[in-house]
């Protein structure tokens, strides 16, 4: 999930919609994301699959749904993949570069670090999952140490520390004129909330790897893990960074290029700041290399079953690793990190050639680029809410079709995690998506739009399928197992 990465990006785009609540959002978002380990938690249970959140909504709702998410979910996970260089390799490199060291780079930098953050990752990932993960694992280990550690700090020498951070209705004196035209405190929140959910995009990437572990209960201890350590961090160090920057100036944070650095390095030196830097381009690069594995298994799956063509379908010999799918999710992001970062820039009133021209920390690289994460951020989110809706959907519906008789304990917590729990996230869903669509905001309702459009085209695709490829349809999301299916193709 990449927290060292969502404090440099994540936290400073929340904070330009909901300023002092920043915490509050990434607080709320955890609840939030701690609900669902619940729904994938009662899926897992019953399906175990490469297919993921696909072959958990087959189960329960059917092929058509599960094809609809299925083709979703790589989706969110694709701009996902495209957004952070955006902002990681175009934003902060350049920020930290010229902060540290007086080195001034041109605005273009950001196209050459997309393809390392990218294409890099996705040979990796197309290598296999265990020697990814043992990188991945220690790497973690020591970021969430540093950001808990250095967090606790800062708020312990900060003197703004306040629990009206956590009240949206304490600040209409500071940031009354700010929240205005956004709609009020309250839509600032769900606005930031934006960027807390999709801070927490990975932490269902264990789901896809069903027929790759041993053990399929590991697949809940990974989910429990990822969202309660990564949650409190975040929380901590969202409301580290506000207090450390100045509760009451919160809109200037949002408008620096590397706010959370310049916090680190004020209460920590060069040091604090340099380390956070490297914490962040490194876990940048890991949140690619899991975002790309998760999406290509999905398509896999999907290809296997002549969901999509076969090509997605093909496995490596020596890797056993959908490697053309992930082939393919590496170029198609590059492709949209890029795209989305020109045109974005020209609905921004930043023109191509300043872009390429202006210095990389000028206000007009800084203004395009920003927005272009926005916009790939939040066509990330409709991804990102219609697949947790149709997974709490599902769970509602394949407990209730069980029928199953529960007693003591069991009987009084059915109701509570196969019902009330999955309705109140897709509540919370729901509004955070109805905040990022009115009042309209730029660049946030535009990308709404778009991810809409996705939907549209995914609804008009299934229907395709289900008219031209009946076998196909009718056995979507019912595939096991990828390595026994390798084997099996050795055999022949």
Known sequence: MAPACDTVAFITSAAAFAFVLTPLAFLLAMLTMFIEVNTLYHLSKRHASAGGYYGYVATALGPFAAIVTGLMYPVYQIVSTAAIPVYVAGIVLPGVLSYF????LPGWIWIPFILT?????????????????????YAAI??????????????????????NIFNPFAWNSVYGSQYSPIGGPIAGLGLGMIFGLTSFIGYGGSAPLGEEVKRSRDITKALMLGVTVVGVVLTEVSYALTVGWGVNDMASFANNNIPGIIVYSRFLGIAGGMLLALFAFNSAFSDS????SNAGRVYF?????????????????????????LLFIGVVSSAVAILSAFIIGEMSGVSVSEMLTSPATSSQVFTALTNAFDFLTTIALVGFILAHFMNNTAVMVLYYRLKERHTGVNKVLHPIQHYVLPAVATLIFAFVLYESIWPPVFPVTQAVGVGVAALAFSIAYTFWIKRNKPDSYRVAGTSVNIVQEEMQERSK
Do not use: C
């Open 117 to 137: 953050f990218i294409l890099v990752p996705v040979l990796l990932a197309m290598i296999g999952i265990r020697p990814q993960m043992r990188y991945i694992r």
């Open 101 to 104: 060291f007086g080195i001034n």
């Open 301 to 325: 799956a999907m290809g296997r079953e002549g969901i999509l063509p076969k090509f997605f379908s093909y496995v490596h010999e020596r890797w056993v690793t959908p490697s053309k799918s």
């Open 142 to 163: 020591t970021e969430i140490a540093f950001l808990a550690v250095t967090s606790l700090i800062i708020i312990a020498e900060s003197k703004d520390n306040t629990l």
């Open 289 to 292: 290399v899991a975002m790309q």
